[in-house]
DNA sequence: CTCGTTTATTGATCTGGATCAAGTCATTTG
DNA sequence: CAAATGACTTGATCCAGATCAATAAACGAG
């Protein structure tokens, strides 16, 4: 594994505060892998083998239940994901796939349950990270069941420009499909959604958004950091 | 605190395993108090100060946006609620309240937390409680997004027919509009399904609820260890 | 027990969002 | 470069579920 790649796995809350033997240890029987486009990961139902750690590109987790299927969120670069499972031991709940061409580190669930039962450190920040985890999932379900589509939009859109900070525009960083998805809405519906929030100042162009007036979208949003605010 | 309640906490996954010494310190600072029903414990966006434990009663977990609020779960005896904001220090996302009389243990925060960094026990024990939230929640989720309010409700049922085990028939916990809340739905749909499952051998009287044949309720629910098992 | 209040049911109507069906681009492939 | 494929958009229609309105039934307080 590359030097840089090595360090960017170390600086993760996860595993930035354990010891170095460790660290080292779970990294021996790691590797790390690159993986084209729509490629399958991990399949819901199945048992979770490894911890995985998307270093580049981006995966989509999704699931799917007799014959409909929905994403439930998409991870991005550096972070992890089926953390629980692996912790649990217990079948994943939710199928990944590649978004795009990705590099994925893969470390074996047995070896991360072993360091987790000798490093005390390392098991605290799994319970941040669960906590973390936990939370966000709670602000998906209350941001799906207090809001309309239209206001779902609305406060992704505001999210977005967030980390885009300063600038008025941003780019989707992926289809409209899969937003659509997200959201919980067709592809269909998104672009009539796109549409309606025109008379607040939103104007789509391909990929490209610009946000005239974030003040006047917000009057509509009324965003809410207990379901918006990612970070806490 | 009655010796019996002692124990019952004592029993539970979260301080099974902790050293004698830390539990009874954790107790020492806990007090417990009975509260009537529609008391509100927790406020969403208050700080968190006490990690609650549900001795008996029931308490609901809502959430509120924009004039609009919604259900997100029931917690029944014996189990406790907010860990992952006691842990994060972090603001409640959800509001409880009383369902009925209860009686509830409060364990103030800062405890918990000093004894999550003192007793590695129970750190791993917080560790599999927040796996589980998390899981639970994801399979709550994935209910809402994949499946119709009616086939929400079947499976809803045939969940509660499982704990009610060998007997065809079971007594719904609560209020049918909370129900419906918690499944996302209105009252007044939620009486609408209940119709709507006739078909399916579902009979209502009142709160108590009778399948006649389960195999049939559930070639309809098609219910998924991974979206119903809460088990696992 | 009785009155008043809340909850549950039922019917009528409305609406947000899904589905179906074309048609437009943009991208890929032979 | 042409054909094919797949994403996005737009319009027409449909449907699940919400809302509104009116009883009926259950519950609680006096």
Redo the contacts between chains.
């Keep these: 594994m590359p030097d840089a790649e090595y360090r960017d796995i170390r600086k993760l809350d996860l595993f930035s505060q354990m010891a170095d033997e460790h660290f080292t240890s779970l990294m021996r029987g790691a590797y790390v892998q690159n993986f084209p486009a729509q490629i399958e990961l991990t399949t ?2 199945e048992p979770s083998d490894f911890l995985h750690i998307v270093l580049s590109g981006s995966v989509d987790l999704f ?4 014959g ?3 994403s ?1 969120a998409t991870v991005r670069p550096v972070s992890t994901f089926i ?3 692996t ?2 031991d ?2 994943n ?2 199928s990944a796939r590649t978004l795009e061409k990705s590099r994925i580190a893969l470390i074996p669930s047995q070896d991360v349950r072993t360091i ?2 000798l490093d ?1 450190s390392f ?2 920040a ?3 990270e ?6 966000s ?6 941001d ?4 309309t589509s239209l206001e779902r939009l609305a406060n992704y859109l505001l999210r977005q420009l967030k980390h885009a900070d300063g600038s008025a525009t941003f780019e989707l960083g992926f289809e409209k499909r899969r937003l659509a998805s997200v959201l ?1 809405m067709t592809p269909e519906n998104l672009s009539r959604a796109f549409k309606g929030l025109q008379p607040y100042g939103v104007a789509v162009n391909g990929t490209h958004i610009t946000i005239d007036d974030q003040a006047d979208l917000e009057r509509f949003a ?1 965003p ?1 950091p ?2 918006d605010d990612f970070s ?1």
């Design positions: 819901e139902g699931s799917e239940w007799n409909r299927d929905t439930m953390l629980a499972a912790i649990k217990a079948p709940l939710m987790f039962d005390s098991a605290r799994i319970v941040t669960l906590a973390q985890c936990y939370r999932v709670i602000k998906a379900q209350k799906l069941k207090l809001r919980g009324k809410n207990l379901i806490t």
